[in-house]
């Protein structure tokens, strides 16, 4: 069934109003749209988990530090839609920019200590982005869960810890990353890369795979990061920003596994930049 799509918030409010006075659970999956498989996970999770299920999509400015980032974003609104139609979702939130950042917006929503790092130390700005919009999105659906993926790892890190410190009573259900079959991590920008380039862009998965493989073995990340770096520039990758391993909870760095950690890249192909993370064993 097509969903209708809410573009107001006083016409949101309406629905959720009834909704929350039935006592039904309200689960939103934020988007910034052009939809795949990894979105999609996310809101089957949705459905399964709240009685009442809305996807927003909005390509949130205050989060890109990159203006011609920021215009490249595919936008495919009706295509997305579509794609919605077999979940039956409630509402599909698709904001205007003055409903979210009215005339004289001021705020700013800021994680201290997990934004400092990975691509918080890369993108200026581009976590308060994420917190100040999550913190809106959720008030503005009375959200009660939220369903975000592990692919944006730090991103649901930070968001759990704003929704607990600031009381939002939304909880936060991270989910697995979706991939192509190549192993690549569904993402939106995927759509911005060439034939080449894409298929080229799987050496990312493949590298942190076998560097994850050897770091569960005892290896340090010292003894694999120059070989790692000489096949990712090999495959075409140009700047690697970051390749590190970090303890899943607080992302502090460590240089072997013996905490539970994860691997996190963010690297250029053909200039798109490109994230992933994955988990490392346990070192035997
Ligand atoms: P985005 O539209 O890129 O802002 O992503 C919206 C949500 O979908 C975020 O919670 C992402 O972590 C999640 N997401 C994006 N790609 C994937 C993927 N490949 N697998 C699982 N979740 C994903």
Redesign the pocket.
């Known amino acids: 069934m097509t969903a209708p799509i809410v573009r107001n918030l006083a016409d949101l409010r309406e629905m959720t109003r009834v909704w929350q006075r039935a006592g039904e659970t309200i689960g939103v999956v934020?988007?910034?749209?052009a939809l795949h498989d990894?979105?999609l996970?996310?809101v089957a999770r949705a459905k399964e988990m709240s009685a009442r299920v809305i996807v927003t999509i909005f390509v949130n400015p205050k989060q890109f530090n990159n203006p011609e980032d920021l215009e490249n974003y595919p936008r495919t609104e009706h295509e997305d839609a579509r794609k919605l139609e077999r979940f039956d979702v409630d509402a599909i939130y698709v904001p205007d920019g003055p409903q979210m950042y009215p005339d004289g917006f001021a705020t700013n929503i800021s994680v201290a200590g997990l934004t400092d790092v990975l691509c918080g130390a890369h993108r200026a700005g581009h976590f308060d982005g994420v917190a100040t919009v999550v913190t809106k999105l959720f008030t503005q659906t009375s959200a009660d869960l939220a369903f975000?993926?592990?692919?944006?790892f730090q991103?649901l890190q930070v968001v759990r810890r704003l929704a607990r410190d600031l009381d939002l009573g939304v909880e936060v259900v991270g989910?697995?990353?979706?991939?192509e079959i190549d192993g690549l991590?569904?993402?939106?920008r995927n759509l911005l890369l060439s034939d080449q380039a894409r298929s080229r862009a799987a050496a990312l998965n493949e590298v942190m795979e076998e560097m994850a493989e050897a770091l569960g073995q005892g290896a340090t990340i010292g003894d694999l990061l120059p070989e790692a770096k000489t096949r990712l520039t090999a495959a075409g990758f140009s700047d690697i920003d970051y390749l590190e391993m970090r303890t899943n909870d607080t992302l502090t760095q460590v240089e072997k596994a013996t905490k539970p950690a994860r691997l996190f890249a963010a690297a250029y192909m053909a200039g798109v930049r490109l994230i992933d993370n994955i988990d490392v064993p346990l070192a035997r």
Not at 30 to 33: D, K, L, N, S
Not at 175 to 179: A, D, G, K, N, Y
């Open positions: 934020p988007t910034m749209g990894g979105h996970s996310l975000f993926g592990e692919k944006d991103q989910c697995p990353t979706i991939r991590a569904m993402s939106s």
